[in-house]
């Protein structure tokens, strides 16, 4: 499940962390930035159980 989102507004730099899970050993990061940008929208929710290749924010890249 869901522990933590990153939030709507955010800057982040490719490979940080967007989403945390809870795990049977404990917490784990879930997804990360695949780019430089600014997070536009959150698809997930705290609580939440999601499966591997889940969307779960999309980010407007940074113009370089």
Request: net charge neutral; charged share 20%.
């Amino acid at each position: 499940k869901v522990v933590s989102k990153i939030s709507v507004g955010a800057s982040v730099q490719e490979g940080a962390e967007l989403v945390k899970v809870s795990t049977l050993a404990g917490t784990a990061t879930a997804s990360r930035a695949t780019t430089d940008g600014i997070v536009r929208e959150v698809l997930v929710d705290v609580g939440e159980q999601i499966n591997g290749g889940t969307i779960v924010a999309r980010i407007e890249p940074q113009q370089k």
